[in-house]
Each structure stands twice: as C-alpha cells, then as structure tokens.
C-alpha cells in the first residue's frame, strides 16, 4: 500500500502564491507517475498536473504557465508551486499515485483564493 498526505493548502489573494506538498510513504518503491487533482465545490474532480519519475511534466491548460509540478524522489515528495493564484483555483487539491496497478488519494488540501 501507498500513503500520501498532502500540505501547504491556504487562504490567499488573488495573485498570490502557494506550494503544495505531497509525501508518499509505504510501498514507493513501484511509484512511477505522481499526480494532481483538484475538485471545487459542486463540480467534478479535475486533472491539474503529472510528474515522472523522470521529471517529465504535463499539465491542465488552466494551469499551464502558472503552476509548476516538481517531485525529489530522495524524499518521496512531490510538490506544487502555484502562482497567480485566481478565484477560480479554488478547490481541494488532492495528489494521487499507482502502484502495482492501484490508484492511491491524499486526503486532500484546501486552497482558497480571494478576489
């Protein structure tokens, strides 16, 4: 089994920053894509961005250009820089991960951004 707890969740302005953390314990070992998620209020949960082991990077065109997804693989984390926060950022931010053909969750961490 895989345990990730997300951190780094918050009020802030509009236009403001903020980094997300996520550590991912237990069997990392098999660990290759990380992963994250947001859900609003009242909508689905949404794809925001993906890191490899590699460091290869994809991320959701809402994001693209303000967030940045990076991992250290020494520490098990995978982090979120987000900048230019806008209202509409916000949401529970949830990491996600698979292993050995499972999907493993966060508990999620709340970011909330005031106009």
């Known amino acids: 089994q895989v345990q990730l707890v997300e951190s780094g969740g918050g009020l802030v302005q509009a236009g403001g920053s903020l980094r997300l953390s996520c550590v991912a314990s237990?069997?990392?070992?098999?660990?290759?894509?990380m992963r994250w998620y947001r859900q609003a209020p009242g909508k689905l949960r949404e794809y925001v961005a993906t890191i490899t082991r590699s460091a290869i990077t994809n991320y959701a065109d809402s994001v693209k250009g303000r967030f940045t997804i990076s991992r250290n693989n020494a520490m098990n984390t995978v982090y979120l820089q987000m900048n230019d926060l806008k209202p509409e950022d916000t949401a529970v931010y949830y990491c996600?991960?698979?292993?050995?053909?499972?999907?493993?969750w966060g508990q999620g961490t709340q970011v909330t951004v005031s106009s």
């Open positions: 996600n991960t698979d292993s050995q053909g499972i999907g493993y």
């Open positions: 237990g069997n990392i070992f098999s660990i290759r894509d």
